[in-house]
């Protein structure tokens, strides 16, 4: 068959090197270590002590009257109140490392994942600065060398929101570590406290990783053989791209397509149902054990068997971190961390079924106002991994944006706004057919939209192969060959701006790419989102370095409010400057991700 794309992103881990030099201890620190009160929780808390590192050991639990703190908004409050009193410099977040493995579902997330938003949502709140930032380490969130164990899902999705984080509140070190699980803990906390590189690393007794993206050939053109006697089941079954696949299996004359959904139908959707040969509507929250359960149980009433899941529910986050419920987190997350745990379970029960995890190219990237997301699909990335490992066959598969359906028709998404080129239905099936054949996780089925990517190069949370490299500087010559134009802004709202207003002003039309700005109108007003506000944040921070801060931002949302806020921070006294009829833009550019550049980065 032809394929619309003869190749796709591989995602793998590529061992790294440090510089002679990099190694910086700072002796006079203080570290608070945030652990699980668990037995791993002390073993780390008395190596920190042998290091004779200074440190206050705050510990996650429910027995509060041996000095452990609940992992709820009091419970993190009241770490944040005791940092600041103490005169903490750095924080080193470690409770994925110190869990319980045998913890249930919902405790790993309560002090893990969850806890740490919990704990970024009330660090900035409470404005605490820690001059020696935020370190997150995790412990066996990925298969990077082979050599690990077990793979901890809850690690990977703690590990993958700390990178958003990052990115949401760059004003700070921040650093993610994933720690091989029999590495020695004096090592571990060597690398964390003593090390900082801005790209997240995989600490490995073979050495130092990082994610690495390349381009990988189609291996074959044969499409997956589905199993005309199997029964397929497919989550978020009544949206875009679920209802896409449902008609592909149709056609295919399968013996039975399930749908799944959490509502009732309304009579238009029951017909939509109705059309397709073979299929049927189940009401069930895949994120509910008990509702799996009862799918499971009817499975096996009706003599089906099942030949595979495909689990495409999902809802979008949207926002950042530091303004959103903890129901709002919980909604995005929850479908698809439990819902592929409950779903596993039906195909633990078939031998030889499948289960597909609809990932997304979010769990990469870390875009901002996606820390929800993005963790969640981390989770099912990290899953993927540790279910193969236990004999089931599953993948997880890094989606860019479809066409027409699914997120990317919901909230208008189109290739000129993502880093990687959307793709047609069709062509999303074919993939997903070959992804499936082949068994192949940590695949994008994509390329590189370039004209992002030339943009955005230095900002990636990534390291790319020599040959993308290349064919960025080919596309830089075409660009800078083709235009190299400023553009006129326009500022209303004022005769005469001031020097701050203007440059202001100009970062703004710089971001939402405008041509006029009303110095009292909202950023978010004319058109600002979460990721072109952290765009102009570092804008800002070139210009007034540690002035303004995220939240400043949502404050002081206009130009005539951020520059009043600006000119009374530095103390800065300007004569207001009579523009022109059409006042210049700066040729500034603003960059979309964060990270160091790193050995065979372009």
């Known amino acids: 068959r032809d394929y619309y794309a003869s190749r796709g992103l591989g995602d793998v881990y590529k061992r790294q090197r440090y510089e002679s030099g990099e190694w910086n201890k700072n002796v006079d620190s203080k570290w608070a270590v945030i652990l699980c009160n668990s037995e791993e929780g002390t073993k780390l808390a008395e190596t920190f002590e042998a290091e004779n590192i200074e440190h206050v050991p705050y510990y996650l639990g429910e027995d509060t009257n041996n000095k452990s703190y609940t992992a709820d908004s009091d419970g993190i409050l009241k770490i944040i109140d005791d940092i600041s009193k103490k005169n903490i410099q750095g924080v080193l977040w470690a409770t994925d490392y110190t869990a319980d493995l045998s913890m249930d579902n919902e405790s790993r997330r309560r002090y893990g994942v969850n806890a740490l938003f919990t704990f970024f949502k009330c660090m900035i709140q409470s404005r ?216 596993s379970n039906i195909v633990r029960t078939y031998k030889g079924a499948f289960l597909v995890m609809f990932s997304s190219i979010t769990s990469i990237t870390g875009e901002e106002g996606q820390g929800d997301y993005c963790c969640a699909n981390a989770f099912m990335d990290s899953l993927a991994c540790k279910l193969v490992d236990e004999g089931i066959n599953a993948i997880a598969i890094n989606w860019p944006s479809w066409e027409k359906v699914g997120m990317a028709a919901r909230y208008g998404i189109s290739t000129e706004d993502s880093l990687f080129n959307t793709m047609p239905v069709e062509q999303g099936l074919e993939w997903l057919d070959y992804l499936i054949e082949n068994r192949e996780s940590s695949v994008i089925p994509s390329e590189f939209n370039m004209k992002l990517l030339v943009q955005y190069k230095e900002e990636l949370p990534f390291l790319i192969s020599a040959s993308i490299t290349e064919e960025i ?127 065979d980065k372009a």
């Not at 799996?292 to 689990?311: K, M, N, P, Q, T």
């Not at 979008?316 to 779903?343: H, R, W």
């Not at 007003?525 to 570092?538: P, R």
Request: with cysteine; aromatic share 8%; glycine share 6%.
């Open 128 to 343: 605490v600065k820690l001059s020696e930032g935020l370190k997150i380490v995790v412990k066996n969130a990925w298969k990077v060398n082979g050599e690990e164990k077990y793979i901890d899902p809850f690690s990977a999705a703690s590990a993958s929101i700390a990178k958003v984080m990052s990115r949401e509140y760059a004003g700070m070190i921040w650093d993610i570590i994933d720690a091989q699980a029999d590495m020695p803990e004096s090592d571990v906390i060597k690398e964390c406290i003593y090390k900082h590189t801005s790209l997240a690393r995989a600490v490995r007794t073979t050495g130092i990783y990082a994610k690495y993206l390349e381009y990988c050939p189609v291996k074959n053109q044969e499409s997956y053989e589905y199993d005309k006697q199997g029964t397929y089941i497919i989550s978020g079954g009544m949206g875009g791209i679920g209802f896409s696949i449902a008609q592909k299996l149709s056609a295919l004359n399968v013996k039975k397509v399930i749908l799944l959904g959490r509502t009732e139908l309304s009579d238009d959707a029951k017909n939509k149902v109705a059309s397709l040969e073979n299929a049927e509507y189940v009401r069930c929250d895949v994120s509910k054990e008990e509702d799996v359960i009862r799918l499971s149980e009817y499975l096996e009433e009706s003599g089906d068997v099942c030949a595979g899941v495909f689990h495409a529910a999902g809802i979008s986050g949207d926002g950042f971190l530091m303004n959103k419920s903890d129901a709002y987190f919980n909604e995005v997350v929850t479908p698809k961390i439990e819902g592929s745990l409950n779903l």
């Open 473 to 599: 500087k080919n596309a830089e010559r075409k660009e800078n060959k083709a235009e190299n134009e400023k553009s006129n802004l326009k500022i209303k709202g004022s005769i005469n701006p001031s020097d701050i207003e203007i440059k202001v002003a100009n970062m703004f039309a710089n971001v939402l790419g405008l041509e006029e700005i009303d110095i009292y109108t909202g950023f978010q007003e004319m058109g600002g989102n979460s990721l072109m506000t952290t765009q102009l944040l570092k804008q800002i921070d070139a210009e007034y370095p540690d002035v303004v801060d995220i939240a400043d931002l949502f404050s002081y949302s206009s130009v005539s409010e951020l520059s009043a806020y600006i000119k009374e921070k530095t103390g800065v006294e300007e004569e207001s400057i009579v523009p022109e009829e059409a006042i210049e833009e700066e040729n500034t550019h603003c960059l979309l991700y964060t990270s160091d550049a790193a050995d």
